[in-house]
């Protein structure tokens, strides 16, 4: 378990400006829904961005109202799921500052899956200015009630009406958002965790280490049995041997055993998460012994049995940090950390959304103000 993912460059020709005029359309206001109804997902901001890409390139540039789509239903996304999307937020602080954080790694992040399906990536300079142009037009919608932000879900879909199975000739790109509060209900409250052992996410060298819809609608089945138990999510192990961590529903996975942090290491199925990385770059920081490496479910089960597994947690935009207070196998639940919010967990979600809420100092510059 060593070799780095490399992704495939596109086969497309990608002939596109760095740059296009982006052309703004202005709704009427619409009402905004009260801050402390919000939950995840569920309404959308007023205005969308988007862009179309023949083999010419990219063009028609524009923000717009939000509303339908019009897609043929043909559309090679519609069959085959040619899709990708990214996933980031907009936070507004105490100061009235709204700050993106980690943007242009996010929009690097969906040119580097583009190639992976096959598909033409915006330029990330040129990404990053048009999620900016649309942040200042719904600047009102970044909610200020503690714990919210907007939540901006770009989204790349291959809309070629054709029904042979190739990468598509025509694509849409598209950038909506939506104002969010907690993303699990338990909020940073510690979750029940199945261990799945049957299903996987991803295997070595699919999709798993790109942000594909496929890789969600994968985990469906098992997500859903495993909150008919009483789960809020599962932990996924390798699809080789059914025996290695991988993810934690929709988040990376970190394991503290006595004073080692652990995380799997991105080898072709595990998404290189920004907050993954965030956590990293922390704790090395803070000097904490970090290891990217393969761990076992035994390793973890044994670290248990010995008082060693002191804490568990997901990373995640949605959620940023989530600790995991049981971990069920069956007829066998380990409590973590007696069920609480383990010391390095708290400790990582408080400097992550200090910084990010403009609270605390960003010395890695993560953080960039809307102007
Ligand atoms: C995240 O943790 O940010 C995710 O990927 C969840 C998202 C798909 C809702």
């Known amino acids: 378990m060593s070799t780095t993912f490399v992704p495939p460059t596109t086969p497309l020709p990608v002939r596109q400006p760095r740059t296009l005029p982006i052309e703004v359309r202005v709704a009427s206001p619409r009402r905004q829904l009260p801050e402390g109804e919000l939950g995840f997902g569920r309404v959308f901001a007023e205005h969308m961005f988007s862009m179309e890409w023949t083999p010419d390139g990219w063009r028609d540039a524009k923000v717009q109202p939000y509303g339908p789509l019009s897609l043929d239903p043909a559309a090679a996304v519609l069959h085959y799921g040619q899709e990708l ?18 943007l242009s790694r996010h929009c690097r992040r969906l040119a580097e899956g583009a190639a992976r399906l096959c598909m033409p990536a915006p330029d990330p300079d040129f990404f990053e200015e048009a ?38 000739e025509k694509y849409l790109f598209f950038i909506i958002s939506s104002p969010v509060g907690a993303y699990y209900a338990e909020g940073l409250n510690p979750v029940r965790i199945w261990v799945e ?3 996987v996410r991803a295997p070595r060298n699919g999709l798993g280490a790109v942000k ?54 991105l080898e072709g199925s595990i998404l290189a998460g920004v907050t993954r990385d965030s956590v990293l770059a922390l704790a090395r920081e803070w000097g904490l012994k970090v290891s990217e490496r393969a761990i076992s479910i035994d390793e973890v089960q044994a670290a248990h049995a010995r008082g060693a597994l002191r804490e568990m947690f997901g990373s995640g935009t949605a959620a940023v ?8 196998f069956g007829d ?4 973590i950390n007696g069920g609480r919010i383990g010391e390095w967990s708290q400790r990582f979600y408080d400097e992550l959304t200090g910084i990010q809420y403009g609270r605390r100092p960003d010395p890695f510059g993560w953080t960039r103000a809307l102007d």
Not at 88 to 101: E, S
Not at 332 to 335: E, F, G, I, K
């Open 332 to 335: 066998t639940q380990l409590a």
């Open 131 to 168: 999620v900016r142009t649309l942040l200042r037009v719904d600047r009102d919608w970044v909610p200020s009630a503690p714990g919210t932000s907007l939540y901006v879900r770009p989204t790349l879909i291959a809309c070629e009406p054709f029904l042979g199975v190739r990468p598509a």
């Open 197 to 199: 052992k049957k299903q």
């Open 321 to 328: 940090i989530s600790p995991i207070g049981e971990l069920g």
């Open 85 to 102: 999307f990214e996933g980031f937020k907009a936070y507004r602080g105490h100061d009235g500052v709204v700050r993106t954080y980690r």
């Open 212 to 265: 594909a819809g496929a890789n969600y609608a994968a985990g469906l089945q098992a997500a859903y049995a495993a909150k008919q138990r009483g789960y809020a999510q599962v932990l996924w192990l390798d699809a080789n041997e059914h025996k290695y961590l991988e993810e934690v529903g929709t988040m990376n996975v970190f394991v503290r055993i006595d004073d080692e942090l652990v995380t799997p290491p």
